[in-house]
């Protein structure tokens, strides 16, 4: 298993917290549905406990966001225009951290 690894909601909260960058403005309406973003969170979060090894995890994530219709890039655009609301934040977490507890999350 993976769990050596940063936690990926360290990773997600530490490039959203207050991130800003020139020309890039934070429109809400650019970023994926907030469920959307929890369901995939969630299923990478399953295939990061799953996987085996660093390249079944990326095989694994690369299905989970075919299956999903977006890219990494839309998740870290949505942490990075949402995590600047540190409250909305941790409650998408506490959210994450209740629905991955649950049995068959990913299945959904």
């Known amino acids: 298993m ?5 936690p990926m909601a360290v990773l997600f909260l530490a490039l959203g ?3 800003t960058e020139p020309g890039r403005g934070g429109a809400e309406s650019e970023v994926i549905p907030e469920q959307l973003f929890v369901q995939v969170y969630v299923e ?5 406990d799953r996987a085996t090894s660093a ?3 990326e095989e694994m994530k690369s299905e989970i966001f075919a299956r999903h ?3 990494e890039e839309d998740i870290l655009r949505f942490v990075t225009v949402r995590g600047r609301d540190i409250q909305g934040m941790i409650d998408l977490f506490e959210e994450i951290r209740d ?3 649950l049995p068959d999350t990913a299945s959904g």
Request: glycine share 10%; hydrophobic share 35%.
């Open 2 to 6: 993976l769990r050596k690894q940063i």
């Open 17 to 19: 917290c207050g991130v």
């Open 44 to 48: 990478l979060q399953d295939a990061q």
């Open 55 to 57: 390249e079944a995890f």
């Open 69 to 71: 219709g977006v890219t």
């Open 99 to 101: 629905r991955y507890s």
